[in-house]
């Protein structure tokens, strides 16, 4: 923990901020541009130097360089999952949270074993395949075995040949042993975020709870990746403190992870402030991040972090998730309740307000007419292309080998299991032209996996 308290250095953000100002030229963005193209990833300065674009010439030719980025290393594939909330049960006072201890307005709720059965098979039957399991940061009196038998009960859910085939998991930081029990349950990814890296302002809005102990969230990933759990999400809630402080200390903790464990976070999240029940803070950011910064925030991690999977909630709207697909965005939860038993009782008073409600088919209508494939697929988790293991493979590309086929595959499942008509015919025609535009010997082995959905076989995987 000493070691991970050294590694957020606000001196050299603050340094590398100023440099930056003065740095600042049309030739030296260019440079960083050209530099990231080559996939290698950016450091903190050059990084700091990008956050400065405000020439709509040079903001342009940062966005274009982040399409290509994403294109080269993400092809067409879009992934799908929905969060499942499984309590709200919280002993922390953060004042931008509507989950927060002292917000009596809020009902508390922790899901029986049936009732988290309930709301898989509300999931599974709209055709998800992959859930992010949240809750509260307090247990009930079972304690985190509550949080493992939820995980169970979320893999024994079958609807005939539907399941939920990977559960990642949200929940408060754990010490080492549980964690190696958390990896024991048979999850993908653990993912937490620091909420903000800015030590004072983390002070100003974690009031009480184990969550004011700043060091101990910030060395949780250390002590998961400990316990071997490889695969880890971090994440930042944008407006807390200001955006270019977050990402350069993001930097700092991505640059920690890879210099100790030989591999940084397999996913970032970047979440906006959005209003929630009980909470001034969430309603008014103190740190608003308008639409053109928050484009900013996504294309400059994609060059930053080129193999790293960017993850967009339904707090933004519709119209911000599509622009943003292009510029890194490579995960979205979609048809989402933020609040426990919401799937199947439709009721939505959940943790923060939602900017895109729209359903699961309407989601995966509006991905295909847009030309991403909607991925389903979670095999790189149950075939153990994970960690340091995944960015072997992703780096010189052979990823998208298993990737792409499989992104097909699972989107067809979805097609003819799930889809509404109208979507099914967006999709089918997806489809087609993905394969005709195809490498022919790729597009053969890629028609004959298909072939064995369309003959009724399900998670055919590559």
Not at 320 to 332: C, D, P, W
Request: proline letters at 4%; glycine letters at 8%; one cysteine or more.
């Amino acid at each position: 923990m000493d070691d991970v308290m050294t590694t957020i250095d606000q001196a050299a953000i603050a340094a590398s901020l100023q440099e930056a100002k003065a740095g600042l030229s049309t030739a030296r963005v260019e440079e960083i541009l050209a530099k990231a193209g080559e996939l290698k990833g950016l450091s903190a300065a050059e990084v700091a130097v990008l956050m400065e674009i405000s020439d709509p010439e040079l903001l342009a030719a940062l966005f274009a360089t982040a399409r290509d980025i994403k294109d080269t290393i993400y092809g067409r594939r879009l992934v799908i999952f929905a969060p499942l909330y499984v309590s709200n049960l919280c002993a922390n006072e953060c004042v931008y949270c509507a989950f927060r201890a002292r917000n009596a307005a809020l009902a508390r709720r922790a899901l029986r074993h049936d009732e988290i059965s309930a709301e898989v098979e509300a999931l599974v039957a709209e055709g998800h395949k992959r859930v992010l399991l949240v809750a509260g940061e307090a247990y009930p009196r079972e304690g985190f075995d509550f949080i493992l038998d939820a995980i169970a009960a979320v893999y024994a859910v079958r609807r005939g040949s539907d399941a939920i085939r990977r559960v990642n998991v949200n929940v408060a930081p754990l010490d080492t042993e549980q964690f190696t029990r958390l990896k024991g349950a048979g999850i993908g990814t653990y993912q937490l975020f620091q909420e903000t890296y800015h030590p004072e302002v983390y002070a100003q809005v974690h009031l009480a709870g184990r969550k004011r102990d700043y060091a101990w969230r910030l060395a949780a990933m250390d002590r998961a990746m400990a316990a071997g759990i490889d695969d880890v999400g971090i994440g930042v809630l944008f407006g807390l403190a200001d955006w270019r402080f977050e990402i350069l200390a993001m930097m700092q903790h991505i640059a920690h992870l890879e210099r100790r464990w030989g591999v940084g976070p397999h996913t970032i999240s970047v979440p906006r402030l959005e209003p929630a029940n009980g909470s001034d803070l969430a309603t008014h950011p103190p740190h608003a991040v308008d639409d053109i910064d928050f484009r900013k925030i996504v294309a400059i991690l994609r060059l930053a972090v080129p193999y790293t999977g960017i993850i967009m909630s339904t707090r933004e709207t519709p119209h911000i998730r599509r622009e943003t697909f292009a510029l890194g965005v490579s995960q979205i939860s979609a048809g989402s309740r933020t609040n426990p038993g919401g799937y199947s009782s439709g009721e939505d008073e959940g943790q923060f307000s939602l900017g895109d409600h729209r359903s699961l088919d309407e989601v995966i209508a509006d991905v295909a007419s847009l030309g991403y494939v909607p991925s389903f697929c979670t095999a790189c988790y149950r075939m153990g292309r994970t960690g340091q293991d995944f960015m072997d493979m992703a780096k010189p590309g052979a990823i998208k080998a298993h990737c792409d086929p499989n992104a097909l595959v699972t989107f067809l499942e979805y097609l003819l299991d799930h889809a509404s008509q109208t979507t099914r015919d967006v999709g089918e025609g997806l489809i087609t032209r993905v394969l005709a535009d195809s490498d022919p010997a790729i597009a053969a082995r890629v028609g004959a996996m298909l072939e064995q959905v369309r003959a009724g076989k399900r998670d055919v995987l590559c």
